[in-house]
């Protein structure tokens, strides 16, 4: 069983940055990819970006390519999430996860999922 703890969220004005950070227990394998989804009010849950934790392929969503970067620390067991010129339609409950290797670069089956850290981008 892994567990998954997200921290770093906050409010920031349109342009700015935050890191999210989400820590992992439990036993994490190469072939997983673990990643972040993001859900506003109203709106369905979607995926913004994973890394595959063995090798470091990465994937994006559109939206947010060139300003969002993620990283993982083998030594932590922590995934990062950096997000630069945000913007308010960033704004929603981001959440960590983790997904298969089948699943990598979809944004759908989901093995595990943290609690949530808000964030909040004001105009």
């Known amino acids: 069983q892994v567990q998954l703890v997200e921290s770093g969220g906050g409010s920031v004005q349109a342009g700015g940055s935050l890191r999210l950070a989400c820590t992992a227990s439990?036993?994490?394998?190469?072939?997983?990819?673990m990643g972040w989804f993001r859900q506003a009010p109203e709106k369905e849950r979607e995926g913004v970006a994973s890394?595959?934790?063995?090798?470091?392929?990465?994937y994006f969503r559109d939206s947010v390519k060139g300003r969002f970067t993620i990283s993982f620390d083998n030594a932590k067991n922590t995934v990062y999430l950096q997000m630069n010129s945000l913007k308010p339609e960033d704004t929603g409950m981001y959440y960590c996860?983790?997904?298969?290797?089948?699943?990598?670069?979809?944004?759908?089956?989901?093995?595990?999922w943290g609690q949530g850290t808000q964030v909040t981008v004001s105009s």
């Open positions: 996860a983790i997904q298969p290797s089948s699943r990598c670069g979809t944004w759908n089956g989901v093995n595990y």
């Open positions: 439990g036993t994490l394998y190469s072939s997983w990819c």
């Open positions: 890394i595959r934790l063995g090798g470091g392929k990465t």
